[in-house]
Nanobody, 121 residues
Framework: QVQLVESGGGAVQAGGSLRLSCVASGLAFSRYDMAWIRQAPGKDRDLVAKINWDSSRTKYADSVNGRFTITRDNAKNAVYLQMNNLKSEDTAIYYC??????????????WGQGTQVTVSS
């Protein structure tokens, strides 16, 4: 079965950095567009960043543009999110997600279990 396993979350002070990783198994990873989606307490899930199958296209939420970078390594079935200059409003559970369709922002076929990111001010 398909598995997406996130790691790298944790607690950090504002202005700090974290790098999230997601390793996929059970799917043809290089065919899938990948995304990082977050959910803060009491809020809906929102797209943070996404990257297409060959890394030729990326999209970022306005709130993270210039601070976060999404990359992937198809040889390792992995997608990453480098998060710099973290702010308290970045506090959320971060999910890795996969889909064959680029147009979707939150409706993905496969999801990881999530990793908590907590930013203290």
């Amino acid at each position: 079965q398909v598995q997406l396993v996130e790691s790298g979350g944790g607690a950090v002070q504002a202005g700090g950095s974290l790098r999230l990783s997601c390793v996929a198994s059970g799917l043809a990873f290089s065919r899938y567009d990948m995304a990082w989606i977050r959910q803060a307490p009491g809020k809906d899930r929102d797209l943070v960043a996404k990257i297409n199958w060959d890394s030729s296209r990326t999209k970022y939420a306005d709130s993270v543009n210039g601070r976060f970078t999404i990359t992937r390594d198809n040889a390792k079935n992995a997608v990453y999110l480098q998060m710099n200059n973290l702010k308290s409003e970045d506090t959320a559970i971060y999910y890795c997600a996969a889909d064959l369709a680029w147009f979707t922002d939150v409706d993905y076929d496969f999801w990881g279990q999530g990793t908590q990111v907590t930013v203290s001010s």
